[in-house]
């Protein structure tokens, strides 16, 4: 089988709130199944090309940092396009989430972002944090994560991940969360997102093999740890 | 008149609650400040020589209980919040029960450690002479934010003592933007050389000049961010040790030495001679001799969990708290360190005080664990099925038990190797103190 290749972007800088987890998932995963992988992590000063990558992990980083990647990223913009409208498979967790849009706002500055999603993310009147849940298609069970952004994210007419259940979402209004466009994923939740919600790892790594023209079901693992370790937290939540 | 029911009832508040088993220190402060809001700046202005205030991510309570002790090993009179109780309430807790009835205060040298987010609630009152920054790490984002949060949350109470120095280390590239930005004078404290391999995929910090945002460049890595530094493209470099550690010793216990004179511990772990260090620039600061900090050491042991051992039936069983990833990271070299035959109970806990995202615990590098001769592993806390799930992605297998007190006695229990390492964040620590030595008592009689 064709070895599955990871990129994670710029590792040295986007990489707040445990993000690195969601990489550790998609390996374990595929290592379980015995698809062969590599991880490539690529730092600010690396050169790269994502025209064999399989999956890209853009992370979040504090607000100095993100700034720095965000004049980097310009330099790679029309990769990054070229990947997502060829169906590439992108996580994109808070700051990078926010960095694929029109713009976002540090210390009250409108910074430009990638401008590769129609979405916009707008300054906010206090830090939304806390755990979230949400309903989402990509997931049959509840997915659990933890959110903490200042921007509110308009992504007017996309696709949301999910919808709240418990949590403030995108923009505070606890109505939508994430976006989906193409095979993109672009969300605030942290936890890190992946390991605790394996259906949504899966769905990735099955698109991401699709598009590899592997269409093989996917071994069915014990994840008996990942639900019941999301189960406690939607217990508590919901206050079942 | 007014003084006196006030240091009277927060002293009836403290002893009451330690006699019902609860710490009570932050209610005593709390209960003064309600009586009389301007109580810190009364008592903080009655210390004679200086107040020392210690910040810092990581070894705080152990560096402010060092600095507290060489003082008063040197003759002086030393309050101190021994405890760990370093919010506005505890600091003003540790001033009242030190005060008599008449409120007089009797001491040479305050040392607070003060948490960093409360550091601008507490300077308006009690102006530190001397601040010690031990270091800087990511530690409970939901809490205090990015570090350039702290940062800006020490900068604002560093405003209120325009005349305060710094005691920073030299080897924390962020502690020493921070130190030389603040325009305070300031002393550093680090060790030159390197000590030992440290590996380069753990998760650091403030990799990039702050002056020029260009990848900085390590010679060498101490732990953490914590290392020999240089910007390839503005040539800024770690600045000047003044107070340097040579000949270091820390994997059964620490040595060091600091101006000709050799320091010894018998407690590990190479973190620790940070903390030495630091302490030690601060009694240099003032003038006060290491030879009486030398006998102090010998005799010093880490309370309140931090490498606190218990004997519990025949079972070496060592407390150690671990609440951010750099702390963390270090709790596992020194299991590592240990090549006995061990079991770990790691209890995670997501209550305020610990930070509600659990995120961190990604950050830390379990597969370290590989190289240590770990015979089981336990999880605990109310975040026992995430610290499960965490150690299944580096293959290690554990037990899950809920409830921290059943973990550990069952851990005891069935300890084969007769060594027990303890690993656990904030909330966690206190209540697992309480019960060892509660099980050690027990075994005793």
């Given at each position: 089988?064709?070895?599955?290749?990871?990129?994670?972007?710029?590792?040295?800088?986007?990489?707040?709130?445990?993000?690195?987890?969601?990489?550790?998932?998609?390996?374990?995963?595929?290592?379980?199944?015995?698809?062969?992988?590599?991880?490539?992590?690529?730092?600010?000063?690396?050169?790269?090309?994502?025209?064999?990558?399989?999956?890209?992990?853009?992370?979040?980083?504090?607000?100095?940092?993100?700034?720095?990647?965000?004049?980097?990223?310009?330099?790679?913009?029309?990769?990054?396009?070229?990947?997502?409208?060829?169906?590439?498979?992108?996580?994109?967790?808070?700051?990078?989430?926010?960095?694929?849009?029109?713009?976002?706002?540090?210390?009250?500055?409108?910074?430009?972002?990638?401008?590769?999603?129609?979405?916009?993310?707008?300054?906010?009147?206090?830090?939304?944090?806390?755990?979230?849940?949400?309903?989402?298609?990509?997931?049959?069970?509840?997915?659990?994560?933890?959110?903490?952004?200042?921007?509110?994210?308009?992504?007017?007419?996309?696709?949301?991940?999910?919808?709240?259940?418990?949590?403030?979402?995108?923009?505070?209004?606890?109505?939508?969360?994430?976006?989906?466009?193409?095979?993109?994923?672009?969300?605030?939740?942290?936890?890190?997102?992946?390991?605790?919600?394996?259906?949504?790892?899966?769905?990735?790594?099955?698109?991401?093999?699709?598009?590899?023209?592997?269409?093989?079901?996917?071994?069915?693992?014990?994840?008996?740890?990942?639900?019941?370790?999301?189960?406690?937290?939607?217990?508590?939540?919901?206050?079942? | 008149?007014?003084?006196?029911?006030?240091?009277?009832?927060?002293?009836?508040?403290?002893?009451?609650?330690?006699?019902?088993?609860?710490?009570?220190?932050?209610?005593?402060?709390?209960?003064?400040?309600?009586?009389?809001?301007?109580?810190?700046?009364?008592?903080?202005?009655?210390?004679?020589?200086?107040?020392?205030?210690?910040?810092?991510?990581?070894?705080?309570?152990?560096?402010?209980?060092?600095?507290?002790?060489?003082?008063?090993?040197?003759?002086?009179?030393?309050?101190?919040?021994?405890?760990?109780?370093?919010?506005?309430?505890?600091?003003?807790?540790?001033?009242?029960?030190?005060?008599?009835?008449?409120?007089?205060?009797?001491?040479?040298?305050?040392?607070?450690?003060?948490?960093?987010?409360?550091?601008?609630?507490?300077?308006?009152?009690?102006?530190?002479?001397?601040?010690?920054?031990?270091?800087?790490?990511?530690?409970?984002?939901?809490?205090?934010?990015?570090?350039?949060?702290?940062?800006?949350?020490?900068?604002?109470?560093?405003?209120?003592?325009?005349?305060?120095?710094?005691?920073?280390?030299?080897?924390?590239?962020?502690?020493?933007?921070?130190?030389?930005?603040?325009?305070?004078?300031?002393?550093?404290?680090?060790?030159?050389?390197?000590?030992?391999?440290?590996?380069?995929?753990?998760?650091?910090?403030?990799?990039?000049?702050?002056?020029?945002?260009?990848?900085?460049?390590?010679?060498?890595?101490?732990?953490?961010?914590?290392?020999?530094?240089?910007?390839?493209?503005?040539?800024?470099?770690?600045?000047?040790?003044?107070?340097?550690?040579?000949?270091?010793?820390?994997?059964?216990?620490?040595?060091?030495?600091?101006?000709?004179?050799?320091?010894?511990?018998?407690?590990?772990?190479?973190?620790?001679?940070?903390?030495?260090?630091?302490?030690?620039?601060?009694?240099?600061?003032?003038?006060?001799?290491?030879?009486a900090f030398k006998k102090v050491l010998v005799n010093f042991r880490p309370e309140n969990g931090r490498l606190e051992e218990?004997?519990?039936?025949?079972?070496?069983?060592?407390?150690?708290?671990?609440?951010?990833?750099?702390?963390?990271?270090?709790?596992?070299?020194?299991?590592?360190?240990?090549?006995?035959?061990?079991?770990?109970?790691?209890?995670?806990?997501?209550?305020?005080?610990?930070?509600?995202?659990?995120?961190?615990?990604?950050?830390?590098?379990?597969?370290?664990?590989?190289?240590?001769?770990?015979?089981?592993?336990?999880?605990?806390?109310?975040?026992?099925?995430?610290?499960?799930?965490?150690?299944?992605?580096?293959?290690?297998?554990?037990?899950?038990?809920?409830?921290?007190?059943?973990?550990?006695?069952?851990?005891?229990?069935?300890?084969?190797?007769?060594?027990?390492?303890?690993?656990?964040?904030?909330?966690?620590?206190?209540?697992?103190?309480?019960?060892?030595?509660?099980?050690?008592?027990?075994?005793?009689?």
């Amino acid at each position: 089988m064709k070895t599955f290749k990871i990129y994670h972007l710029f590792y040295d800088l986007l990489n707040l709130y445990g993000d690195r987890g969601n990489i550790a998932c998609i390996e374990k995963r595929l290592a379980w199944r015995n698809i062969p992988f590599e991880t490539y992590r690529i730092g600010i000063d690396d050169d790269f090309d994502l025209k064999d990558a399989d999956f890209v992990l853009l992370g979040g980083g504090s607000d100095r940092e993100q700034a720095i990647v965000c004049n980097r990223l310009k330099e790679i913009k029309s990769q990054l396009v070229t990947y997502i409208e060829d169906n590439g498979v992108l996580l994109a967790i808070c700051g990078g989430y926010q960095l694929l849009g029109e713009s976002y706002v540090m210390n009250d500055e409108i910074i430009e972002g990638l401008n590769i999603l129609k979405i916009k993310t707008i300054k906010g009147d206090k830090r939304l944090i806390g755990n979230v849940i949400i309903d989402s298609a990509w997931s049959n069970s509840k997915i659990v994560g933890f959110e903490n952004h200042s921007g509110k994210t308009l992504i007017n007419d996309y696709e949301p991940l999910g919808k709240v259940v418990v949590g403030y979402g995108n923009d505070g209004q606890k109505i939508d969360e994430g976006i989906i466009y193409k095979n993109v994923i672009g969300t605030y939740l942290h936890g890190p997102l992946l390991p605790k919600n394996p259906e949504v790892a899966d769905k990735l790594i099955t698109l991401a093999l699709k598009r590899k023209n592997i269409e093989i079901p996917l071994k069915k693992l014990d994840d008996d740890e990942e639900l019941m370790a999301k189960d406690i937290m939607i217990k508590r939540l919901l206050n079942m | 008149m007014r003084m006196f029911l006030i240091v009277l009832i927060c002293k009836i508040i403290y002893y009451a609650s330690r006699f019902v088993g609860k710490q009570g220190v932050t209610l005593a402060g709390l209960i003064a400040l309600k009586m009389d809001h301007q109580i810190l700046q009364k008592l903080s202005i009655q210390v004679k020589k200086k107040i020392i205030v210690v910040c810092g991510t990581n070894g705080k309570t152990t560096t402010n209980n060092l600095i507290a002790l060489a003082l008063q090993g040197a003759n002086n009179k030393v309050i101190y919040n021994q405890t760990g109780s370093n919010m506005l309430n505890g600091i003003v807790a540790c001033f009242i029960l030190n005060t008599n009835f008449l409120g007089k205060l009797d001491a040479d040298y305050a040392c607070l450690e003060i948490d960093e987010a409360s550091l601008r609630r507490i300077m308006p009152q009690c102006k530190a002479n001397i601040l010690v920054l031990t270091n800087l790490f990511r530690d409970q984002l939901d809490r205090y934010g990015e570090i350039d949060i702290t940062m800006d949350l020490l900068n604002e109470g560093l405003k209120y003592a325009p005349e305060c120095k710094l005691i920073v280390n030299a080897d924390d590239v962020l502690s020493m933007y921070f130190a030389r930005e603040s325009g305070h004078p300031y002393l550093t404290y680090g060790i030159e050389k390197p000590v030992q391999d440290s590996k380069n995929d753990e998760m650091k910090e403030g990799q990039f000049c702050h002056y020029c945002n260009h990848k900085l460049v390590y010679n060498f890595y101490h732990y953490s961010q914590l290392g020999d530094y240089y910007c390839p493209n503005c040539h800024d470099k770690r600045q000047h040790i003044d107070v340097n550690g040579e000949n270091i010793i820390f994997k059964d216990h620490c040595e060091v030495t600091v101006n000709n004179i050799r320091l010894i511990t018998n407690y590990k772990g190479f973190y620790n001679i940070y903390n030495i260090l630091a302490s030690c620039a601060t009694l240099i600061n003032e003038n006060i001799s290491l030879e009486a900090f030398k006998k102090v050491l010998v005799n010093f042991r880490p309370e309140n969990g931090r490498l606190e051992e218990f004997n519990i039936n025949g079972t070496k069983v060592t407390l150690n708290l671990a609440k951010n990833p750099a702390g963390f990271n270090q709790n596992i070299q020194l299991c590592i360190n240990d090549t006995k035959p061990k079991d770990v109970l790691i209890v995670i806990n997501d209550n305020a005080q610990d930070g509600i995202d659990v995120s961190w615990l990604w950050d830390v590098d379990f597969e370290e664990f590989s190289k240590d001769n770990v015979d089981k592993f336990y999880t605990s806390g109310t975040r026992y099925k995430d610290m499960q799930l965490r150690l299944k992605y580096v293959d290690i297998t554990s037990e899950a038990i809920g409830n921290y007190q059943e973990a550990i006695s069952k851990a005891i229990l069935n300890s084969r190797n007769k060594n027990l390492y303890i690993l656990v964040n904030y909330t966690a620590l206190y209540p697992s103190h309480v019960y060892l030595n509660k099980l050690q008592n027990e075994k005793v009689k």
